[in-house]
Nanobody, 126 residues
Framework: QVQLVESGGGLVQAGGSLRLSCLAS????????MAWFRQAPGKEREFVAF???????????YYADSMKGRFTISRDNAKNTVYLQMNSLKPEDTAVYYC????????????????WGQGTQVTVSS
C-alpha cells in the first residue's frame, strides 16, 4: 500500500477552477493505478477520474460522464503526485475529494482501491 495526502481544496465561485494534488509515499508509485473520488454530504462516494500506472495494460485515462471536458487527471511519477484539474466548477461539485490507489485493479467502484487519502474539501459557491 501507499500513503496518500491530498491538498488544494478550497472555496471557489461557480465557473472557477481548482487543482487538487495527491502526494504518495513509496518508491513504487509509478505502478499504481490512481483515481479520484468525491463524496458530498449524505451521498455515496462517487467516482471522478482514473489514470493508469505504467504497468497497466488495460484502459487508459477515463472520467465520470459529468466530469468529461471539465476535469483533467494527470500524474507526475517523478514527483509521486497525481493531480485533478477542475475547470468550470459548479455548486454540485461541492464535496470532499479523495485520491485512491490500487496496484491490481481499476474501475469506478471504491472497493477496487485499497489505499485512500484523508480527503480535501472543495466548496463551490453559486
Amino acid at each position: 500500500q501507499v500513503q496518500l495526502v491530498e491538498s488544494g481544496g478550497g472555496l471557489v465561485q461557480a465557473g472557477g477552477s481548482l487543482r487538487l494534488s495527491c502526494l504518495a509515499s513509496g518508491r513504487t508509485f509509478s505502478i499504481y493505478n490512481m483515481a479520484w473520488f468525491r463524496q458530498a454530504p449524505g451521498k455515496e462516494r462517487e467516482f471522478v477520474a482514473f489514470v493508469p500506472g505504467i504497468t497497466w495494460s488495460g484502459s487508459g485515462t477515463y472520467y465520470a460522464d459529468s466530469m468529461k471536458g471539465r476535469f483533467t487527471i494527470s500524474r507526475d511519477n517523478a514527483k509521486n503526485t497525481v493531480y485533478l484539474q477542475m475547470n468550470s466548477l459548479k455548486p454540485e461539485d461541492t464535496a470532499v475529494y479523495y485520491c485512491a490507489a490500487s496496484a491490481y485493479s481499476n474501475g469506478r467502484h471504491p472497493t477496487l482501491y485499497d489505499s485512500w487519502g484523508q480527503g480535501t474539501q472543495v466548496t463551490v459557491s453559486s
